[in-house]
């Protein structure tokens, strides 16, 4: 049975917002990230915010994908911020080291700032 997660996508000026709510895990990783990669299209130029406020758990096959999305969106000269991290959440992020690679901030509005 796949665990329940849901993904939002929505526009705020020029950046792409993707609301996370629910758990990442082994059931529903692939297919979650295979959906938000056909969602994001063509990353050249793009600027992707990831708010997890709704985001309770996520493994390491998630953080891995979480990875590639921002590696693809620097290699096309794109922009990604995470925002609004859970506690637990930020704590995983955290002691992976991702907080040092994607910028991570503690609200959406900061996060939007950054990116003008």
Do not use: H, W
């Not at 020029?14 to 996370?20: K, L, Y």
């Not at 891995?64 to 096309?76: H, K, M």
């Amino acid at each position: 049975m796949e665990t329940l997660i849901e993904i939002v996508k929505r526009e705020e000026g020029s950046v792409i917002v993707f609301d996370f709510s629910g758990e990442l895990d082994e059931t529903n990783a692939d297919n979650t990230f295979t959906d938000l990669y056909k969602q994001i299209g063509d990353f050249s130029d793009k600027k992707i915010l990831f708010n997890l406020a709704g985001l309770k758990y996520l493994n390491s096959k998630s953080i891995g994908y979480i990875a590639d999305v921002f590696s693809n969106l620097e290699d096309n000269d794109g922009l990604m911020y995470i925002s609004n991290c859970d506690e637990g959440v930020k704590d995983v992020l955290e002691l992976v080291g991702i907080t040092t690679i994607i910028p991570t901030v503690d609200t959406e509005k900061e996060a939007l700032e950054a990116m003008v």
